[in-house]
């Protein structure tokens, strides 16, 4: 089959490599559309470990069922999308249904020193059959792969519980924040603020639900010298980019015994004042990857009540897939999701 391999830093080929072979549990997915997410090219870049090469990435997918093993509930030319979890269902975590935080999680499309599991990049990929969801017929594969970003955002937003009037804060206009901000939109939050540095990203981010869209400035790392209309009601700020600046401006800007809830890893350490935390007694509160909300994302998008198609900068083959890599990884600031369609 077809794949896309990372073989080092900086370098992708497209090469044949074996159909993955599948066991009683699992499913062989013909793959018909994946996303590249940031973390992928981070992982083109080399920069944060996740990917050591020789990996095929991609964990935002969509395909068809083309095997099953003896014990999967799926049936042959079934349309599907996939959590990027490989979770046990055994652990402590797993049940109190936390699968995001699994002891023994395996995400697809990663290589570090733990374990290394090949990602949807590619014709052919087998997973377990209990991290697979069927898809509605209204549901296009395009879209279906935006589903695990968009179960990612809001598993975000599903623990924050503040009134519907009061002012949220998000930082990020990248494809999470984007989603973020969508969700909150949804969920009946009335206002909704984004901050990013990329003035046609906050475009979109109004189209998304945004009700005010600020251009990032670093006067915002400064204290009182950013005045945010009705900043001292800021009660909750959802922070999708995760960097030292990003985490401080939120600090300084949030309201008294305020949430903070940290969705973006960009950086693996970050300083930040702790004692406006503590005097503050505000809320660090992370979140990851997700656990069951695909299943209420997939319901959503039946519906039409999520809309996905505004974040689709470009539709590529596979062969294609080296150059869009390295734009993205030049920081082409007009591209949010480049979908790979195979």
């Not at 209204?138 to 990612?152: G, Q």
């Amino acid at each position: 089959m077809r794949a896309l391999v990372l073989s080092k830093g900086y370098e992708l080929s497209v090469d044949n490599v074996p159909i993955p072979a599948i066991k009683d549990n699992e499913v062989l997915i013909k793959i018909k559309s994946v996303g590249i997410c940031g973390s992928d090219v981070h992982g083109f870049k080399g920069t944060t470990g996740r990917r050591i090469p020789p990996v095929i990435m991609g964990h935002e997918l969509s395909g068809v069922i083309e095997k099953k093993g003896k014990n999967s509930s799926f049936k042959i030319g079934d349309r599907i999308a996939v959590n990027s979890t490989i979770y046990c269902g055994q652990c402590l975590e797993c049940n109190l249904g936390h699968f995001s935080i699994c002891s023994n999680r395996k995400v697809i499309g990663v290589s570090c020193s733990e374990y290394s599991r090949d990602g949807g990049m590619a014709e052919y990929i087998s997973l377990p059959d209990h991290i697979v969801y069927e898809l509605p017929d209204n549901v296009s594969f395009d879209e279906a792969a935006l589903l695990e970003p968009c179960s990612v955002a809001l598993h975000a937003v599903s623990k924050i519980n503040i009134p519907k009037n009061k002012l949220l804060l998000v930082f990020g206009a990248g494809t999470i924040g984007l989603l973020i901000t969508h969700m909150l939109k949804m969920k009946g939050y009335e206002n909704i603020y984004i901050v990013d540095k990329i003035n046609s990203r906050l475009d979109i981010a109004l189209k998304m639900g945004a009700t005010k869209k600020v251009l990032w400035d670093e006067s915002m790392l400064n204290e009182n010298s950013f005045q945010l209309e009705h900043s001292t009601l800021i009660d909750c700020i959802i922070d999708a980019v995760g960097t030292s600046d990003s985490l401080n401006a939120g600090i300084k800007m949030i309201n008294r015994r305020g949430l903070i809830r940290l969705v973006g890893n960009t950086m693996g350490r970050v300083d930040f004042p702790l004692q406006d935390v503590v005097t503050k007694e505000i809320i660090l509160k992370g979140s990851y990857a997700f656990n069951d909300e695909m299943s209420e994302c997939i319901s959503f998008m039946e519906q039409k009540k999520i809309d996905v198609k505004p974040l689709i900068s470009k539709i590529i083959d596979l062969e294609k897939a080296p150059y869009w890599f390295k734009r993205l990884s030049e920081n082409d600031t007009e591209i949010v999701k480049v979908i790979i369609r195979l």
